[in-house]
């Protein structure tokens, strides 16, 4: 069965200082993976998937098979990055894209 | 345009009462989801529904949580004789569905149940 681990339940980092978000996963077939994020009192909401190769407000994730990691970055933090941030993975199953999730860090930028 | 939106945001049930919980997906999503978030947890998938089919009830926690879809756009989740273990947040999400790739899932605000 999937599973998704997020180590850090809570991370504090300066402002203006790098970001790495932890996520590892355990799966089979072909997962995708994904950020979600929840900003205070907004609903979740996501923030980047693997497949787009994207950036977003200024975090990037690798996809890292070898070591089934999918870690979030960010060169130089933001306050406005304070936020909680799932890790969360799905296989594509003809619309039935359930995703599992990790159990969230909260991130804390201190100004 | 309008999201997802649930209701109501807050419910307090005293233990062993029934209790309802609505989401209202956006207009023309074919999947609806319903996960469950317990306190300091990410959220669990509980069930799946594509348009009026149920076709993934395989999180479903026991036969007392119950859910339905009748005509493909509003969905009810019901949890009979709650119990405190049910104390969670509630979520549901909609996307468009194609079966051929990944679609984004949009969250409601959840519902928080509270069961004493």
């Known amino acids: 069965a999937q599973r998704v681990t997020q180590p850090e339940k809570l991370l504090s980092v300066f402002k203006g200082a790098p970001v790495e978000l932890k996520c590892n996963y355990s799966?089979?077939?072909?997962?995708?993976l994904f950020w979600y994020v929840q900003y205070s009192r907004q609903r979740l909401q996501l923030l980047l998937r693997?497949?787009s190769r994207e950036s977003i407000k200024g975090f990037t994730a690798d996809l890292n098979k070898g070591e089934t990691s999918f870690h979030l970055k960010k060169p130089f933090a933001q306050e406005e990055d304070s936020a909680m941030y799932y890790c969360?993975?799905?296989?594509?199953?003809?619309?039935?894209?359930?995703?599992?999730f990790g159990t969230g860090t909260r991130l804390t930028i201190i100004p | 345009g309008a999201g997802v939106s649930q209701s109501p945001r807050y419910k307090v049930a005293k233990r062993g009462q029934d209790v309802a919980l609505r989401c209202d997906p956006i207009?023309?999503?074919?999947?609806l989801f319903w996960y469950q978030q317990a306190l300091g947890q990410g959220p669990e998938f509980l069930t799946y529904?594509?348009?009026?089919?149920?076709?993934?009830k395989s999180g479903l926690p026991s036969d007392r949580f119950f859910a339905e879809r009748p005509e493909g756009s509003v969905s009810t989740l019901k949890i009979q004789r709650t119990q405190q273990e049910d104390s969670a947040v509630y979520l549901c999400?909609?996307?468009?569905?194609?079966?051929?790739?990944?679609?984004?899932?949009?969250f409601g605000p959840g519902t928080r149940l509270t069961v004493l």
């Open positions: 999400a909609s996307s468009l569905a194609s079966g051929f790739s990944y679609n984004e899932q949009f």
């Open positions: 799966y089979s077939g072909s997962p995708e």
């Open positions: 693997h497949i």
């Open positions: 969360a993975l799905t296989y594509l199953n003809f619309g039935n894209e359930k995703l599992t």
């Open positions: 207009s023309g999503h074919v999947s």
């Open positions: 529904f594509q348009n009026e089919a149920q076709l993934d």
